[in-house]
């Protein structure tokens, strides 16, 4: 074991039942006070800080509110979820830097929280062993989750989905060992600071206004685990709960093209060729790609999404191809991994991937 890694054991074989989508077994749903007490601080201040920008902020900190909010969601989606949860792309150590930054702007916990509860959430999603599990309604998939201690399914399934990449890289292991102070100094001190010092905002209009901030980047993730799991069609998939919303791809830099991502969930885009205009967060990746940051971008061919789409899509036709046959697939989901490197990825004929190293 190399020096300061951690114990990542994985279980050999799973000798777990398989859980079949969708499924929830009834629960009595534990409290967890602590999560409770800080969204309810969070949501009221929050209303007192969407208060407070039409009643007497200075423009300036509406403008750094709308880039913070725009960073935050960037650690989200070109960080925890394509680059670590998903190893979409790889990259470079000033990137992995920023983005882990970006991360803690939301105060979302660390990288290798999120990134775990989303592995798990690919691999047994709409089950009791996918943490936000959608079959037990909006408002749990949504933020009904997080108030409640974790389903005993999730924890009992902990050693099925290999962190070793997670555990071991050196800019999360920091994040993690110093996670309080670095979430503080970046969620709430700098946006609370900056526009104290540099436009001379009151400090009750500066802190109010991110906490503004910090539930919208919020609730901006969770409509992709609630909303892109109820509402939408099923071009890819039908078979599982993952929906397309584009629409909601502008406020989540394009993370709505949900059952694209399920179908494809090691594509760096998350989304079919043709939506990069709603896609933000692809931008963002293929200018670092072409930076040098950025590299091993992996995409499915064409020919690999019109497959899919034909054998188990709803009908829905995105791209305007024949679609005679669209909608007459049969069993789907078969192929359940959580991304690039997962050992249950077996067929990878199709996978293109771009700027090498
Ligand atoms: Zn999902
Ligand atoms: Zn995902």
Redesign the pocket.
């Known amino acids: 074991m190399p020096p300061n890694s951690e114990e990542t054991v994985l279980c050999e074989k799973e000798d777990h039942e398989k859980l079949v989508a969708p499924q929830a077994a009834t629960r009595k749903h534990e409290l967890a006070i602590v999560p409770i007490s800080l969204f309810t601080y969070w949501h009221v201040a929050g209303l007192y800080g969407l208060y407070l920008i039409f009643a007497e902020a200075k423009w300036q900190t509406v403008v750094f509110t709308l880039f913070t909010y725009n960073a935050g969601i960037l650690g989200i989606t070109a960080g925890s ?1 394509r680059l670590w ?2 190893k979409t792309y790889k990259a470079k150590r000033p990137l992995e830097t920023l983005l882990m930054v970006f991360h803690s702007l939301t105060s979302q916990n660390t990288v290798r929280h999120w990134a775990r509860d ?1 592995r798990f ?2 691999k047994y999603s709409d089950t009791d062993a996918d943490p936000h599990n959608a079959t037990r309604g909006f408002f749990y998939s949504h933020v009904g989750w997080l108030l409640v201690k974790k389903h005993p399914e999730v924890l009992r399934r902990s050693k099925t989905i290999d962190m070793s990449d997670i555990y071991n890289n050196p800019v999360l292991r920091f994040q993690k060992n110093y996670g309080l102070p670095v979430i503080t100094l970046f969620a709430y001190v700098l946006p609370a600071l900056i526009p104290m010092y540099c436009w001379e905002e009151t400090l009750n209009n500066a802190w109010h206004i991110n906490l503004l901030r910090i539930i919208a980047n919020l609730h901006a993730s969770c409509l992709v685990n609630s909303a892109a799991h109820a509402f939408g069609n099923k071009p890819y998939d039908k078979h599982i709960a993952a929906t397309q919303i584009s629409t909601l791809s502008f406020i989540t830099l394009g993370e709505c093209f949900h059952n694209y ?2 179908v494809f ?1 090691w594509d760096y885009r ?1 989304a079919e060729l043709g939506n990069n205009w709603l896609n933000m967060t692809t931008l963002f990746i293929d200018f670092f790609a072409w930076v040098g940051w950025a590299y091993d971008l992996k995409t499915a061919s064409d020919g690999m999404v019109e497959a899919r789409a034909k054998r188990t899509g709803d009908g829905t036709n995105l791209w305007g191809w024949g679609d005679e046959d669209l909608g007459r697939g049969e069993k789907g989901g078969e192929e359940v991994f959580y ?1 690039w490197g997962d050992r249950d990825m077996k067929d990878t004929s199709g996978v293109r991937v771009y700027s090498q190293e």
Request: aromatic fraction near 0%; charge should be neutral.
């Open positions: 979820h949860a998903h989303h959430h690919h991502h399920h969930p998350t991304g």
